[in-house]
């Protein structure tokens, strides 16, 4: 992990309330379900920095898929291509590679995105559930129809895109017609990580999830970031943000 | 030139920036990113006689310039930390002054005990807490108890003591008292201040606990004037903790009447920030002509 100030390359909307922001800075190595700790420079205000999951890392390039929801990421939206951030990272644990025999399926929903799609851009292979209110709300529909051998399915609580319904509906069905053993890939709202922890273990199936919890420093310090486990609380951001599935207490 | 402060017989800081209770853990993360050896002291998470799971999430929330914070003190317990953290903070060259609370009186004296061995340099005494015992009111906010149990953790170790201050009480100063006649070494001024921040979508609090601590540049102000009036008052060293964000803020506190600083929230957002507050508080000094810090310490200029 460091800090540096990092250019800003691209920063630009991708969807509704979506941005996709491309940062000039070495952070090699990066495994997908790491995130950045973000701030403005120059400003004490916003107080704290804004965790961002990261994309992609390529040759000095580090790509960021953001959903603008309050202050912060409101300013990181309106900062433009030659300014300056201050990032921290990369940090947390990322998702560990499918086995070799083993099927991948990533199902992202809410702002749950970003690591997903990095997994599956990592892997190349396996099954994609992208779960949205409304087609509006999904980014990067031609990037995603092009990774790899990786199959999309898209559900729209609307029904204005794909299959009308929710993500979760889709995994359930995604799974049944999968043989061979499964390694799930979750992050997303925690109603859908539970429920795909559920069907993980209906299905007999590995599932590791990404938690998204709110954060104050981003690299262990603080115990803000806890979730509760089989091994009682843990740091979302140093001990995570992947998590086993069968290690997480879901509560009610 | 000598950035040396002293805070108690036996406790003589390298220089005057700690870091503060709650936002340094137990120093293991930081010394990823920093030689811990360059701060004047740290200052660990509060500690308890057993180990505390804190409070639910979310946990942490952020407000105008600056965050509100609701952990529940959540630590690993004394033993615990005496087995596993105490020993790698012994490998710096830095003052370990280990902050602890308790729920009674019994409880602040057997971790005085506890914490009276090798590798602790000091005690930071948080009596910020109820007092199980005596119908939930803090040890900090009555003059008397707070007296009685500084007294009590004094005859228990052998340690430099420091007693953290509430800042919710009507007379400071008078609390700074009883504190010093007590038996404290120095007085960390001060804790955080009880705050909420609310949804207006939802209607509900932004913490699961929800109240929490104020902490950050917000409060700078306020901690400044509660460091003069202590400082005025009390005849024992004060540390500074309060929304410290730069050397600038550190002269401040200084010149108020603080013989050191902590640092906290800024750190979560900067970890970084100690050695260029250090740094600049030497060039500073050298800007000026000054020899020493006890030149700033205390010297503000009042009508």
Redesign the interface.
């Known amino acids: ?1 460091k ?1 540096c100030n990092a250019l800003v390359k691209d920063n630009r909307q991708v969807a509704q309330d979506t941005c996709l922001m491309t940062l000039a800075c070495e952070f090699s190595p990066f495994t997908p379900g790491q995130f950045l700790m973000l ?1 403005l420079t120059g400003t ?6 804004r965790p961002l999951a990261v994309l992609s890392y390529r040759e000095g390039a580090v790509e960021l898929l953001y959903k603008v929801i309050g202050r ?1 990421t409101s300013l990181l939206a309106g900062t433009k291509k030659g300014e300056e951030l ?1 990032v ?1 990272g990369p940090l947390g644990k990322g998702f560990s590679d499918p086995r070799p025999e083993e099927e991948a399926v990533y199902i992202a929903g809410g702002t749950g995105l970003p690591p997903i799609l990095a997994m599956a851009e990592r892997t190349g292979r396996g099954r994609l559930i992208i779960g949205a209110r409304t087609k509006d709300d999904i980014p990067l529909w031609q990037r995603m129809q092009n990774i790899g051998d990786v199959e999309v399915t898209t559900t729209t609580e609307d029904g204005s895109l794909g299959i009308r319904g929710v993500a979760t509906q889709a995994l359930g069905d995604v799974l049944k017609t999968i043989q061979q053993p499964c390694m799930i890939y979750a992050c997303g709202p925690a109603g859908m990580l539970k429920q795909a922890a559920r069907l993980a273990q209906d299905f007999g199936a590995r599932c590791e999830v990404s938690i998204e ?5 981003g ?9 509760r486990t089989t091994t ?2 843990q740091r979302v951001c ?1 001990q995570g943000p992947v998590f086993d599935a069968s290690c997480i207490e879901w509560g009610q | 030139m000598d950035i040396t402060t002293r805070l108690a017989p036996g406790l003589c800081l390298k220089n005057p920036v700690l870091s503060a209770s709650g936002t340094f853990a137990y120093g293991e993360e930081f010394s990823r990113m920093f030689d811990l050896s360059l701060l004047g002291g740290v200052v660990t998470k509060g500690i308890s006689l057993h180990s505390k799971e804190g409070n639910p999430t979310p946990r942490v929330c952020e407000t105008s310039c600056g965050m509100l914070n609701a952990i529940g003190l959540e630590n690993i317990g004394v033993d615990a930390f005496i087995a596993q953290k105490l020993p790698f903070l012994g490998t710096f060259d830095t003052e370990v002054v280990v902050n602890f609370f308790g729920t009674d009186e019994d409880e602040y004296v057997h971790m005085a005990q506890k914490l009276d061995i090798e590798g602790v340099s000091a005690i930071e005494m948080n009596v910020s807490c109820p007092n199980i015992k005596k119908g939930g009111i803090e040890f900090g906010k009555d003059p008397q108890i707070l007296n009685r149990l500084v007294a009590q953790v004094r005859k228990s170790t052998t340690k430099p003591l420091i007693v953290k201050l509430s800042p919710m009480v009507t007379h400071i100063g008078e609390m700074a008292l009883a504190a010093q006649e007590g038996g404290a070494d120095a007085l960390t001024c001060s804790n955080t201040f009880p705050a909420m921040a609310i949804d207006e979508n939802t209607w509900k609090p932004m913490l699961g606990n929800i109240t929490g601590g104020l902490s950050g540049p917000a409060v700078k102000p306020i901690a400044l004037r509660i460091v003069w009036e202590v400082s005025r008052q009390a005849a024992i060293p004060v540390i500074a903790s309060g929304g410290v964000t730069s050397w600038r803020d550190a002269v401040q506190f200084l010149l108020a009447g603080a013989s050191a600083v902590e640092i906290g929230s800024f750190s979560l957002r900067d970890p970084l920030c100690f050695g260029g507050i250090i740094q600049g508080l030497i060039r500073y000094m050298q800007d000026n002509g000054l020899e020493s810090i006890t030149e700033i310490i205390g010297k503000l200029r009042t009508p």
């Open positions: 992990m800090e701030r004490c205000e916003p107080f704290l920095r912060g201050s921290l919890e709110r954060m104050a420093c690299f262990g310090v603080c115990s803000a970031c806890v979730v009682g609380n140093t």
